[in-house]
């Protein structure tokens, strides 16, 4: 079998189907995105009653997961004042956003995208990103 080296339309839809059964779940409607290896979007949904201003946000998430290869909540702390990436959320054009709910995605040690989601708290977002990026 070939190895996978970023994430298609099937692959996306399969992990947005996977985030909306969790933020059914805990109640939290979500905008999950799925971006591709080079960080541009494959896919984006809106739940019902989701937050608008969430909407480029989740895709945001996932792309600025994909430049740097981490979790965006783990990017939090280093941004902040005195931290040694102060600044990284005003870099990328405004597109760098460094609060939870991003997450990258791997697949045999290989980054093939990641998932983007917004409109909850910082943990509702990240339950719900951890949910979707399992169905990779």
């Known amino acids: 079998m070939e190895s996978m080296t970023t994430v298609g ?5 399969r992990i947005i189907n996977a985030g909306i059964v969790k933020s059914k779940e805990i109640h939290s409607p979500s905008n999950i995105a799925v971006a591709d290896a080079g960080g541009n979007l494959t896919a984006h949904v809106r739940m019902d009653g989701a937050q608008l201003g969430s909407i480029e946000h989740s895709i945001n998430k996932a792309h600025t997961s994909v ?9 939090a702390s280093d941004s902040q004042p005195g931290g040694q990436f102060w600044g990284m959320a005003l870099s990328g054009s405004g597109r760098v956003l460094v609060f939870a709910g991003g997450l990258p995605l791997f697949a045999d040690g290989a980054l093939v995208g990641a998932v983007g989601v917004s409109g909850g708290s910082r943990e509702q977002d990240s339950a719900v990103a951890e ?4 169905a990779l």
Do not use: V
Not at 67 to 75: C, H, M, Q, V, Y
Not at 131 to 134: E, L, N, P, T, V
């Open 9 to 13: 339309l099937d692959d996306a839809m």
């Open 67 to 75: 430049l740097f290869r981490k979790p965006t909540g783990d990017l």
């Open 131 to 134: 949910a979707a990026s399992a």
